[in-house]
């Protein structure tokens, strides 16, 4: 198999454990998002602290703590020894992180929304359900893109970690090639310009993403301005 196909199945690896470290994170994000916003103290306390040590540790402790710590737990309830797949550890333990980071931008978000429009929803008769749905929702998540697309492209870079529990991504890859050929340099600068692709690429869709969930604001500017009178100086008028 030739180094060109074995680079396209890391940086295929990469992707994927990325994009579903994604999916998993934001859903974890918005449950620890509107946990801190609930009105049930204990509930809140409980998912800031949980959120408060996710933020406080290193990236690194938590792959090793996933990886290790559910193999360990495991053992204790089955008796026997079961190893976890290291991409599903390194895809919790990436979800862990990002859900940690966008939870905080997910419920600045909800903040920013005008409560009066909950409000007036209810009162049109329109259930909470669809409210949250079809009015909160919509708002929130276009007051959160831009941060939320920062931190995707932190977990994107975040994803060399899971090399070290034997994920076989883009930097293992990269890592094994330049111990076989011993030209390190080469191979981590190749590793170096896939990543920057995959940020750039990235960037221009997020871009994309903006204008898009913020096309009716654009349009609703440009009706408001309407034409400009032209004032008349008495001069002119006589003239």
Known sequence: MGLTTLFAEATVMTLGLALSSLVLGLLMALAFSLAELSRCKP????????????????????????????????????????????FVAGTIALSLIYSAYASQTLRGAFMAVPKGQTEAAVALGISRFHCFFRIILPQTWRHALPGLGNQW??????????????????????????ASTYEPFTWYGIAALIYLAITLVSQNILERMKSRSNRHLTSSHSVTEGPVEKTVSPGEATA
């Not at 959120?51 to 406080?56: E, Q």
């Not at 994107?156 to 330049?178: C, N, W, Y």
Request: aromatic fraction near 8%; glycine fraction near 4%; proline fraction near 3%.
């Open 43 to 86: 509930l809140a306390l409980a998912t800031s602290t949980v959120v408060a040590i996710l933020r406080g540790l290193p990236e690194i402790l938590v792959v090793f703590f996933i990886y290790f710590g559910s193999t360990h737990a495991l053992f204790l309830l089955t008796d026997e020894f079961i190893e976890i797949s290291p």
């Open 153 to 178: 492209l932190v977990l994107l870079k975040d994803t060399a970690l899971v090399a070290l529990i034997g994920v076989h991504d883009l930097l293992l890859q990269a890592r094994m090639t330049a």
